[in-house]
């Protein structure tokens, strides 16, 4: 059953996603809006914000005085229930050939972005007994050869996750989903090699690639009052392509 089907509790909460535009972000948006919830779709790009049926917001995560003035528009029309970081920076070079500004710039992005929505936003999802959930990805725990720096964000996103989960009890809870591979502008190259596609099909034992809305029903659900007592917790999204 999708959590579309299935009343979370969530009508009338007002939720924040960042980079709303993306494939799993506007998932996000869709869904939280279907459940009656009041979205800000948060995104770099003016011609990328929007999402049917959802609020539009330019803002960049790299910079704390862009994300300090989307609060305040956001602040006119009432407090944040849940914060949804769903931005995401892939480049995909090897260790060995990430240069320090490759990395910086990976980290800044994946980690300190997360970071700084969850500073902005802090006192008003203290205030009203709120939810984090970040997207991390099975990279932050599966090694692999490419996308290094990626691949340490995310693994850093998910102690992140850890931390705050501790710093913020028992008002706010925060949690990670760590999905696989999905369909997105990001990983649009992968795709267009179908050998790409039949290698990793082989090696997910649900045998199938996961949708942006399987990824959205897991951050949802996570965001709901339905998940109350979880908290500090990555939920892996992959098919089992992580098992042992």
Not at 56 to 70: E, T
Request: aromatic share 4%; with cysteine.
């Amino acid at each position: 059953m999708s959590a579309a089907n299935f009343d979370l509790g969530l009508a009338g909460r007002r939720a924040v996603v960042t980079g709303g535009s993306g494939a799993i972000g506007a998932a996000v948006c869709r869904l939280l809006a279907s459940q009656g919830a009041d979205v800000w779709s948060v995104d770099r790009e003016a011609a990328r914000a929007a999402v049917d049926g959802v609020r539009a917001l330019v803002a960049d995560v790299g910079s704390r005085d862009s994300l300090v003035a989307a609060a305040g528009t956001i602040a006119a029309h009432g407090p944040v229930d849940i914060l949804v970081n769903s931005h995401g920076l892939q480049i995909r070079r090897s260790a060995m050939e990430c240069s320090d500004e490759d990395l910086a710039r990976v980290l800044d992005v994946n980690v300190g972005g997360c970071w700084r929505t969850s500073q902005v936003f802090a006192a008003d999802l203290r205030a009203r007994g709120g939810a984090i959930v970040n997207v991390a990805s099975v990279n932050g725990i599966v090694a692999a050869k490419t996308g290094a720096a990626y691949g340490v964000s995310k693994a850093a996103l998910i102690h992140f996750t850890r931390i705050l989960a501790l710093e913020l009890a028992p008002r706010v809870r925060v949690n990670a989903v760590a999905p696989t591979v999905v369909r997105s502008g990001m990983t649009a190259d992968l795709f267009a090699d179908p050998a790409y596609e039949r290698g990793k099909l082989a090696a997910i034992p649900l045998a199938r690639i996961p949708t942006a809305d399987d990824i959205a029903n897991a951050i949802v659900l996570l965001a709901s009052g339905r998940t109350a007592m979880v908290t500090g917790q990555t939920w892996v999204i992959d098919g089992g392509i992580s098992l042992p």
